[in-house]
């Protein structure tokens, strides 16, 4: 998968099972990728025609300081909205990087997503990136890959992890123990974040919540590099990324509000 811009290049179709995602963001932004199984007989042009709108209505009154109308305009998303399954896909990942991700698809029809926004404010998603991928009944046949560093995230207990966070590079497993929308709407996810020297944690707990003005804004905070992750997936769903450590002090953070209250936000130190 590629971003140059404000789009995704990558094929069309692809198997269901296991699939390993390399994704490289040639752009100047931060992103991630996010695929959204749809409920049958619903396409991209039902998104355009009746979630685009309030989605955009909704955030441009939110950036003119009205929030209590904006949240009424999210209100106007058609019913079957809720039935979209969200099913993986890369965590944030920083201008000209790329990220490892592996998770498990059903098949089905897909959307490829970013949701990031603007500097004026507007979704990534309404400038051009949402993309069909259709997910064929053929298995592709291949196995997860092996871990050596455990994630856990959950809803009440927020984020565990086990294994040596050490230099060098890791493969990842992220556990869903539960799933379920947060006052943002949707639900819980797992970042891998760099953290520079005048990292502010406020401030990237602040820029997680996409449902504020700042949220997810272009550009990210000062000192904050994002390495990837393992985007929102279904209650018990297991899911996989590949990220390399050097010295330095990182967090893994979900992009929720209130992320530390909630137990989604943990820092470690790599020392060695």
């Known amino acids: 998968v590629v971003t140059r811009a404000m789009d995704f290049s990558s094929p069309d179709t692809i198997p269901s099972g296991w699939n390993t995602f390399k994704y490289l963001n040639l752009s100047n932004e931060t992103h991630f990728f996010l695929l959204d199984k749809y409920p049958e007989g619903k396409t991209i042009e039902n998104t355009i025609k009746e979630v685009g709108p309030p989605f955009d209505k909704g955030m441009e009154l939110i950036n003119q300081g009205k929030p209590e109308e904006g949240y009424a305009e999210f209100a106007k998303l058609p019913e079957w909205f809720s039935e979209v399954v969200f099913s ?111 990292a502010n944690l406020n401030q990237l707990e602040k820029w997680m919540n996409w449902s504020t003005p700042f949220g997810l804004k272009t550009p990210v905070p000062d000192g904050i590099s994002f390495l990837g992750g393992v985007n929102d997936s279904p209650a018990g769903a297991v899911g996989y990324f590949k990220a390399t450590l050097t010295k330095g002090r990182y967090a893994f953070i979900s992009e929720v509000p209130n992320s530390k209250s909630k137990g989604m936000l943990k820092v470690f130190e790599v020392t060695n």
């Not at 298995?139 to 040596?164: F, M």
């Open 88 to 198: 993986g896909g890369s965590g944030l990942i920083g201008p000209k990087n790329s990220s490892v991700t592996t998770v498990k698809l059903d098949p089905g029809y897909y959307i490829m997503e970013c949701y990031v926004k603007m500097p004026n404010g507007k979704f990534h998603t309404s400038m051009g990136m949402a993309k069909v991928i259709i997910v064929t009944e053929k298995d592709s046949g291949n196995q997860p890959p092996k871990a050596d560093i455990d994630i856990t995230i959950a809803r009440d207990e927020g984020i565990s992890y086990s294994g040596l966070l050490n230099a060098g590079s890791h493969v990842f497993s992220v556990t869903f123990k539960d799933q379920s929308p947060h006052e943002h709407f949707v639900g819980h996810d797992v970042n891998l974040v760099k953290l520079s020297d005048n």
